[in-house]
């Protein structure tokens, strides 16, 4: 406002008491004179008006400073991601069922073979405790027809041998199931699960299949080659199983390890599968 009422503002700047007069006519003449002092409002507004920018360029500028917080990268977590645990727990879960369901048909396997053994086998057969039968002073023969024992009984490679060879391998059959019988009792007693089918289950599938299928093989029965193949396959699977064992019994723990004087598993088990003597080989290295 002009404090004089002559249309000058204190500082001087020409305000006009009256607006612009508008181009009623269209063809670009005003209607009456600007004074030259309607132009220092637009002029001023104008200087303000840039201040203005440049004020706010400068706060624009300094932003940064104030919005690091904002703009930082958030903390790095070690949280599992959701999907690698439930995948962890899940595999977790399906390697628990196949123990628990390669036990529990080991378990009925040897059970079912067991039951059908007579009764006066089973108890010469019988698992006896340590030192039972055989002790450190036993001779060879004791040790030959001892019944097996938990923990097992040491057989030399010459004592197997000696069993073996007068006996046309009837006595390996002994030995198998001894050992079979041995090692299941030891995973029953340390864990409450197996992973073999032990003596009954291991040696006496194959037993009862050359029994029946030898002689419905000569006869010309049908049924009868298969029974024979079938408990060949079986024995032979049985003994990588035992092989497989027998690594992981000498590999579990540093001591036994070194006590056996290993760096590595023993055992081939693949070599059950070979014919002689690679298969003897094997045996033996078992024994």
Not at 229 to 237: D, H
């Amino acid at each position: 406002h002009s404090s004089a009422g002559n249309g000058n503002d204190i500082n001087g700047i020409g305000i006009v008491e009256k607006m612009a007069c508008i181009d009623a006519n269209g063809d670009g003449n005003v209607m009456g004179a600007l004074p030259i002092a309607t132009m220092k409002p637009s002029i001023s507004r104008r200087r303000q008006h840039c201040l203005s920018l440049v004020l706010s360029a400068l706060v624009l500028a300094n932003a940064p400073l104030s919005s690091e917080a904002f703009t930082a990268p958030l903390p790095k977590t070690t949280n599992i991601p959701t999907a690698t645990r439930s995948s962890s727990r899940i595999h977790a879960k399906k390697e628990l069922l196949s123990e628990d369901a390669i036990s529990d048909f080991c378990q009925g396997t040897n059970e079912f073979w067991k039951a059908l053994v007579i009764e006066p086998v089973r108890n010469y057969v019988e698992i006896q405790p340590a030192e039972s039968t055989v002790t450190a002073t036993s001779d060879a023969l004791t040790k030959l027809t001892a019944p097996p024992e938990r923990p097992g009984i040491p057989r030399p490679v010459w004592l197997t041998i000696l069993g073996s060879v007068p006996t046309g391998l009837l006595w390996y059959g002994y030995y198998k199931f001894s050992v079979e019988e041995e090692l299941y009792q030891y995973e029953m007693q340390e864990t409450g699960k197996v992973s073999g089918a032990g003596g009954y289950g291991t040696l006496f599938p194959f037993v009862f299949g050359i029994l029946i299928g030898f002689p419905l093989s000569l006869l010309h029965i049908p049924g009868g080659e298969f029974l024979i193949e079938a408990a060949g396959a079986w024995i032979l699977l049985g003994q990588v199983n035992l092989y497989k064992r027998v690594n992981e019994l000498c590999v579990e723990e540093d001591e036994i390890k070194a006590e056996l004087g290993l760096t590595d598993p023993p055992l081939y088990e693949w070599w059950a599968l070979l014919p002689p003597p690679l298969d003897v080989v094997v045996g033996l290295r078992q024994v």
